[in-house]
């Protein structure tokens, strides 16, 4: 306790003494903070609620229990990007304060205690942006709810506390590897990974969807019907693990294959440097990608599927709520992915930025070589450009494929209009990498080759 305490304390005097590139950090990991608070919080508020209940908001859409439920659900999935915004940032802090970390080993701090004080300074960072969410969301639910129950009120003190302790164990998570030696080095320790962990979660996705599968199926065939089931719930999570461990598998899988080829193939030096990095180290960057793809195919699908329901909507007469209801529901779950697809290119902004502060010394000596800047900027775009295209092509087709079988479904018509969607998201994600060319400036400086 007494140790832990100590941690705290440093963690929160080298969060104060920051300087103003460190409070850009600060900023950020606040803001995801605040939004997973508020996702949390919202989710919290209606949990609480039992049965029928008249909601002043949102048209009716959250007064049965089945698809309040389902909006708790689209809010706790997207708590998903954002604990990795929050890991992202806790990574690129870590690089960024590596010489105080550095003055902490000299100090006598173990590899371990540095950390357990980077995690912290996460942790206070996240404190502060739960603590101005709750603040907000707190004064607009008395004003909705005149007399919340206390299932309400202990929800959101338990996500009050909770997102602090899940920014924390995010930032502990991102900088496992991450060792500060007493001479001012960063550098990653431990085997290179082998994207086997990725698979064995995606095995183990797969293995829950079938025990869900048999869930259903006893449950079916059982006479108390009225008892409730655990398939969907498991169902639920099967599917989020094997999608998310599969898309990971899936980006570093195809960052290795397509450094691999070009590198024996590339023509030009910013090809052949970028070919090299992703050979090197393809799993850099898997996590990042692997949202982007996930969001491709969320994004491709969803737009099918809403074009053919507005479509039902408008033409039907005979519906047992207003067509604002159907309306309401669609576009709020347009907004979810909307919300992802905007924290999942912050992170990639973010993690594209890490990569770079990561590799400063390398890039310096490279340009003391006399490697042009131009062209060490190109390659840091085609990192982002070259392992996407191929991933991002298949997530597209995957997502229209959704899109066309709804609408077959329906017997309506097709709307081929969403193919585009993926080179709409394709493009996004380069112009979110290239935010990160203007810190290149700085990693170049001759300054950064005296701690190599």
Do not use: K
């Not at 590139?21 to 903070?33: D, K, P, Q």
């Not at 960052?255 to 024996?264: D, E, F, K, S």
């Amino acid at each position: 306790m007494t140790s832990l305490r100590t941690d705290l304390r440093l963690a929160w005097e080298l969060t104060r003494g920051s300087d103003r590139g460190e409070w850009w950090r600060v900023a950020l990991t606040a803001a995801g903070a605040a939004l997973a608070t508020g996702f949390a919080l919202a989710a919290a508020t209606l949990a609480s609620l039992r049965g029928s209940y008249r909601v002043p908001v949102a048209s009716g859409l959250l007064d049965q229990p089945g698809t309040r439920s389902g909006v708790i659900a689209g809010l706790l999935l997207l708590l998903v990007p954002v604990l990795g915004f929050l890991g992202q940032c806790a990574r690129i802090g870590a690089v960024h304060r590596a010489r105080r970390l550095a003055a902490l080993r000299l100090a006598g701090a173990t590899p371990g205690q540095v950390r357990r004080i980077a995690a912290l300074e996460t942790g206070l960072a996240c404190l502060l942006g739960s603590a101005a969410a709750t603040a907000l969301g707190v004064p607009l639910l008395l004003r909705l709810w005149s007399e919340p129950p206390a299932a309400a009120w202990a929800g959101i003190a338990v996500v009050a506390a909770g997102v602090p302790l899940l920014g924390a164990a995010a930032g502990a998570l991102a900088l496992r590897r991450v060792v500060a030696s007493p001479l001012g080095r960063v550098r990653r320790v431990g085997p290179p990974r082998t994207g086997r962990g990725p698979g064995l979660l995606f095995l183990a996705g797969l293995l829950l969807v079938g025990v869900a599968t048999l869930f259903a199926v006893l449950g079916t065939s059982s006479a108390a019907s009225n008892r409730p089931s655990a398939g969907l719930p498991l169902t639920m999570v099967g599917a989020v693990l094997a999608a998310g461990a599969g898309s990971v598998w899936l980006s570093g899988a195809v960052a290795g294959a397509v450094g691999r080829i070009l590198a024996v193939r590339a023509r030009s030096a910013p090809v052949l440097i970028a070919a090299e990095r992703l050979r090197d180290d393809p799993w850099a960057a898997a996590r990042t990608h692997a949202a982007v793809l996930l969001v491709t195919v969320a994004g491709t699908g969803f737009l099918g599927i809403r074009e053919v329901f507005l479509d039902l909507v408008h033409s039907r007469e005979n519906l047992a709520e207003g067509p604002g209801y159907y309306t309401l529901g669609v576009n709020l779950a347009g907004a979810a992915v909307a919300v992802a697809a905007a924290i999942t290119l912050s992170g990639l902004a973010v993690g594209t930025a890490e990569s770079l502060a990561t590799r400063r010394r390398g890039l310096a000596a490279q340009s003391a070589a006399g490697v042009p800047r131009e062209v060490l900027g190109r390659s840091l775009l085609l990192e982002t450009a070259l392992p996407l295209a191929p991933a991002v092509l298949l997530a597209g087709l995957g997502g229209t494929a959704i899109g066309a079988w709804y609408a077959l479904l329906t017997d309506r018509p097709v709307p081929w209009a969403i193919a585009l969607v993926p080179l709409g998201i394709y493009a996004a994600c380069l112009l979110a990498a290239a935010t990160s060319l203007p810190l290149l400036g700085r990693a170049v400086r001759p300054g950064e080759l005296r701690y190599v």
